[in-house]
């Protein structure tokens, strides 16, 4: 039987961890290290050593779970558990110095692949925001910051006014003309858009009911492992395709209410 409050607690003390020094090396200074998918797709020489330090702790802590990683891969375990880690997840944030940038750990049971696993744990580390967020499943989710420890709730119905509604844009300019058709459906229910360039910020902040709701093509399994957990933890939903489990081809997040209309307005066919 795992012990989930354990998987929590080591997921969090790592990924206050591998935040503090992801922050000291951004005071040091920025060194791209490569471009990744597109010219516009980098990651930074803090992205690696950030990832490598979180592969090391858990693999002195928990040797037998399997890893995946945004910088360094996957590699499978042999106790049925995966975690599933972006060290920095919004480098483009954090390599122009915007403080919305974070860790993202979770610890997931099944097949590493978001259309099959499990969530057991989620947790986001904004160390220059000094906010974490965390979820464990069927515990709650949770935000921890130096003024407070507040149970997160999801927004449950979607404001007359229209809601606050997160998206993002992939770094494949062909992918763009498809993103900007979908934010234009979208439209008729938002009050207003946010684009804050940290895909697992943006469902933490659904979670604590600072967005209404938030939608993405293109995300990875690492950018929405913790965050999808926290939000479901919160009274939200997460989902894709309509019916489907968030990932690449879609990522839905909201209250229910919303979360409803979203899925109507994002669907192609509708
Ligand atoms: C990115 C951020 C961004 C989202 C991109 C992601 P990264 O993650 O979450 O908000 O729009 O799709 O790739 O590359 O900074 O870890």
Not at 106 to 111: H, L, R, S, T
Not at 122 to 135: C, D, I, S, T
Request: hydrophobic share 40%; proline share 5%; net charge negative.
């Amino acid at each position: 039987m795992t012990d989930t409050a354990e998987l929590l607690q080591l997921a969090i003390g790592i990924a206050r961890e591998a935040g503090e020094l992801a922050r000291r090396r951004r005071n040091e200074g920025v060194r791209i290290a490569a471009t990744k998918s597109a010219l516009a797709d980098i990651v930074t020489v803090a992205d690696r050593e950030v990832e490598a330090l979180i592969r090391a702790r858990l693999e002195q802590e928990r040797p037998d779970d399997g890893f995946f990683g945004e910088e360094s891969g996957a590699e499978a375990g042999t106790s049925g558990i995966t975690w599933v880690v972006d060290p920095i997840d919004g480098t483009v944030n954090y390599a122009y110095g915007i403080p919305s940038y974070a860790v993202s750990v979770a610890a997931v049971e099944g097949d590493p692949d978001p259309t099959r696993w499990r969530a057991l744990v989620g947790v986001v580390f904004a160390p220059v925001l000094g906010e974490l967020f965390h979820a464990e499943a069927g515990g709650g989710a949770w935000l921890e910051s130096d003024a407070e420890r507040e149970r997160l709730t999801v927004r449950a119905h979607a404001p007359e006014a229209g809601g606050l509604i997160a998206t993002g844009f992939g770094y494949d300019p062909a992918t763009h003309a498809g993103d900007l058709a979908r934010l234009t459906r979208v439209m008729p229910l938002a009050r207003d858009i946010r684009r804050m360039g940290s895909a697992s910020l943006d469902l933490c902040y659904v979670a604590a009911g600072r967005l209404d709701g938030y939608f993405e093509r293109g995300l990875q399994p690492w950018d929405h492992a913790a965050g999808a957990l926290i939000v479901e933890e919160s009274g939200g939903r997460v989902g894709g395709v309509p019916g489907g489990r968030p990932g690449n081809d879609l990522t839905i997040a909201a209250g229910p209410e919303l979360f409803s209309a979203l899925e109507a307005a994002i669907d192609e066919r509708g």
